[in-house]
DNA sequence: ATGAAAGCGCTAACAG
DNA sequence: CTGTTAGCGCTTTCAT
């Protein structure tokens, strides 16, 4: 007596459903195809049927079908950093919001990201959207080939694989400047940390450039990673180079927060009287009471709408030219740019 | 003369390896399957032409033919927030390891859940990890249903949808007391943000009992929110209970970063001298300099492996009972409950 | 060890 | 508007 009955916790199918309602297969696809002509009598008897079973389309199988999936696959690295976070919140969520399913590849000490990238595209993915590793080549062929649209936030120009969002680094530079500038700054030091992401580097030199266009000294002061320790490590480090100088830019919040830390509590310096300091993205951080940082405000919230509408027009037009957007920058003003008594 | 060729941007199939191979599409099906049986001979054969062809099995086919996908859905709240983002990394990090992949469900305000969470189990998902935002009923009773194991981790005791990772709230408030207590505290605070979260509001019960059971005082503080700047109000809006005591639970790093610059900046008060102050999470911040935040110290990482080793085993014995695990803290000595010249 | 054949659950082209 | 039919790309008996 082994009666084969479908097992209790099986998914019922549109089968189930056409039978239920004594409809076809295909009306059942029709009932949940946005565009399909369908009359309301049969539709009504679809779906008291579909929702008496429970019935969910398979995302499998009509994926499948029809050759695309919702999936889009967000690539980042440094997750647990605040303004990475903030990009993932955002980016997940805009992607959400219009309809796709954000798959998450949080990749590190650029541990083979190939096998990993790949295996993604294994799932006919509807996009790609990198925020700051670099895919490896081979990675950014593949999709070029699959034609999966590949978006790259805050990534270097060279492979030109894909839609870029970018800083513009120029633009940053002059704003920093402007913010160090105003508020008396005038004898200028720059963070460099070594792990070379292109958008860090390109503030870097732009940031240089452009002091030293204006006939002004700008030293550059190594540090190791992109974080809070090596930040005030650096402070330490070249203590001797901070005492000439009057404006530092952190190059990012992180590192500007390490860096006041080492100003104010290894070389005793006063902010913003005796040197003033810029960071950059905003972090939350950089408002909390002992920062009161002034920085510059990438925000993440925008740049992810674009990062997902670019994504969206290279899937409805594949063949488009390359685009490339530089996202809008916003000067944060707080305490340690604020104007001292002068003289 | 339009020709109908196939787009050269097409996904060789197993039935193009096939055929280059000279081969069944069978074959190749076996051929990336681990334990078939096949020749050396036909493997070799196999393998070259699907790297010729760059073929990928596509897993959309695969996951519809074995009615199981690699997919495991995180649904994270407030991703922006230092904890929660370094869980997610791990828990992204635990899952690709495993071979699984994570699609990323960020919800904050909880604008309705369900039908996202639903909409994901469309998926034929592998798992459902929720950190921090409860899922709705329905949810949990479909996961049921369908038999999609769920872990929740730090969650309401109350559905027993899934099993679970739970702060041991008793060990945690054990620990804070002592580190408390050994630090001279003996009028105690707490903060209790009223966004209730189930550990929160456990740590600050526990909290309260103990230190109540041992014939001591403990204020409830209440603030808005888990954040910093909540933290902060709050200690300027109780500013008078605050007077009264030296011991100050913050339930929270992120509140206890908060009240600490209150208790500085606008109470004007020394920490440790005039009171102590122990966090929870044992965010990065806590560590910076002007935090120097002793705090406890719940291990992501851990965490993480622990959540998928008990979806993996409740996917392979979808019937065994309902598991809770404690997973271990681990306090973390600070300068906020340094030992002072007594007297 | 291998190939033929039968689907997984769905959609879409085509008749009616 | 509706049902029939033919797959999407893969896995998996079942013979051979």
Redesign the interface.
């Known amino acids: 007596m082994t009666e084969r009955r479908p097992p209790?916790?099986r998914?019922p199918t549109s089968h189930d459903v056409a039978r239920l309602a004594g409809v076809s297969r295909s009306a059942v696809s029709r009932c949940f195809t946005p565009g399909a002509s369908i009359s309301e009598e049969t539709r009504n008897r679809i779906m008291s049927a579909a929702t008496e079973l429970?019935y969910?389309?398979?995302?499998?199988?009509r994926?499948?079908k029809s050759q695309q999936?919702q999936?889009v696959a967000?690539l980042a690295s440094r997750?647990?950093?605040?303004f990475?976070?903030?990009q993932?919140?955002h980016l997940?969520?805009a992607l959400?919001a219009e309809g796709f399913?954000?798959?998450?590849?949080?990749a590190d000490h650029s541990d083979d990201l190939e096998p990993?990238l790949?295996?993604?595209?294994?799932?006919?993915l509807a996009g790609m959207i990198v925020t700051s590793d670099t895919p490896p080549v081979a990675v950014v062929d593949?999709c070029k080939?699959?034609?999966v649209p590949l978006v790259l936030i805050n990534r270097n120009p060279e492979p030109d694989g894909g839609d870029r969002i970018q800083l513009d680094t120029r633009a940053a530079a002059e704003t920093v400047f402007d913010m160090l500038y105003t508020a008396g700054a005038r004898r200028f030091a720059v963070l460099r940390p070594e792990d070379r992401t292109y958008t860090v580097m390109g503030r870097v030199s732009a940031f240089c450039e452009l002091v030293r266009s204006k006939g002004l000294s700008c030293h550059q002061l190594s540090c190791g990673t992109q974080s809070?320790a090596a930040g005030?490590a650096s402070i330490r480090q070249h203590a001797e180079l901070i005492h000439g100088c009057d404006g530092l830019f952190g190059t990012t919040d992180l590192l500007a927060?390490?860096a006041l830390?080492g100003l104010k509590?290894d070389l005793f310096l006063r902010v913003p009287e005796d040197i003033r300091v810029v960071g950059f993205d905003d972090i939350?951080?950089a408002s909390?009471?002992?920062?009161d940082l002034s920085t510059v405000r990438q925000d993440a919230g925008a740049q992810a709408e674009l990062a997902v509408a670019m994504m969206r027009a290279r899937l409805q037009a594949p063949d488009a030219p390359i685009r490339r957007e530089h996202p809008p920058l916003q000067p944060i003003l707080r305490g340690t740019t604020e104007k001292t008594e002068t003289r």
Chains 1, 2 share one sequence.
């Open positions: 209790e916790h998914r429970g969910r389309a398979n995302a499998l199988a994926n499948l999936s999936l967000i997750l647990d950093t605040p990475r976070a903030r993932v919140k997940s969520r959400i399913r954000p798959l998450l590849l949080t990993l790949s295996s993604m595209l294994d799932y006919n593949e080939r699959l034609r809070y005030r927060c390490g830390d509590h939350e951080q909390w009471a002992p920062y």
